[in-house]
């Protein structure tokens, strides 16, 4: 991977003291951007990066039934040695681990709390993948229990723009999504452009959505950060989408479940729908 310093600089100043990194992976190409994302995030902290996979139950048509996964097999192990190597060349210390459970968002739970872990990142499938992510996908429940910030990567994504998006409801969890979003600005002088979102369900309700906006102007006023507000009346998901796309936003910062609650997270929330359909990375902040 061809990096320069700026790269390095972006990220390090973009997501903040990072000490512990758990990346997780699957082994297929949905894990790529996340996997890059890992390694130059360790690297531009000068950190080790963690990487776990999760073997567990698989189908077995034959015998109509669930089955464990006893081994990596050949061809994870042939995918594990080529991450080592893109380590060495990135200069970057990988500790790979694999764990055996029956619910993989146990165990990357599990190790993310063990390890005090700032951030998890992890990958994310294919724009057929919106069914699987509503029904209550790996994802939707790491991004449900997660002790810390999850960092989503489609597999093409690359965090290289200038511009980062804070969606925001007003609520308690899209205030701390708020207050990340606002400090990524704020240390981050490769930030050209900071942008606060807030959408309304009908005309009726946008001046509560500005209202909103005021607050997060009001606070990035006081930490002398630079923001440009957008309102906009439509499905909140679509709507975040459709300005991410307009405005060329290369990272979105999300609160985990607005005002819907943790049961409706694991059942099509803005924020899964957001994370299955986005073109870049999606930040949800804890």
Not at 122 to 138: E, F, I
Request: proline share 2%; with cysteine; hydrophobic share 40%.
């Amino acid at each position: 991977m061809e990096y320069d310093k700026e790269d390095l600089m972006y990220r390090t100043e973009l997501m903040g003291n990072i000490k512990s990194i758990l990346l997780t992976t699957d082994g297929s190409k949905y894990s790529e951007g996340a996997v890059r994302e890992g390694l130059l995030l360790a690297k531009s902290c000068s950190i080790r990066l963690t990487l776990l996979y999760v073997l567990g139950l698989s189908d077995t048509y034959e015998t109509g039934g669930l089955t464990y996964v006893e081994n990596i097999g050949n061809d994870m192990n042939g995918y594990f040695n080529k991450l080592r190597e893109k380590a060495v060349e990135e200069n970057v210390e990988v500790e790979i681990v694999i764990r055996r459970a029956n619910e993989a968002y146990k165990a990357i739970i599990s190790e993310a709390i063990e390890r005090k872990t700032d951030i998890i990142i992890m990958g994310r499938r294919g724009m057929s993948g919106l069914k699987r992510l509503v029904m209550g996908s790996v994802t939707a429940k790491v991004i449900a229990y997660s002790p810390c910030k999850v960092l989503v990567v489609p597999h093409k994504a690359d965090i290289k723009g200038r511009t980062i998006m804070l969606a925001t409801d007003g609520s308690e969890y899209s205030e701390h999504a708020q207050n990340e979003a606002v400090s990524m600005a704020k240390r981050c002088p490769y930030v050209n452009s900071f942008i606060a979102l807030s959408v309304a369900g009908s005309e009726d309700t946008l001046p509560d959505a500005k209202s909103i906006l005021d607050n997060v102007q009001k606070y990035s006023d006081n930490e002398n950060v630079s923001l440009t507000p957008i309102s906009a009346i439509g499905t909140p998901y679509e709507a975040i989408l459709k300005q991410a796309e307009r405005n060329n936003v290369s990272l979105i910062i999300m609160g985990t479940h607005g005002r819907t609650g943790i049961s409706k997270l694991l059942l099509g929330s803005v924020a899964e729908r957001v994370i299955a359909l986005a073109a870049c990375s999606v930040l949800v902040v804890k």
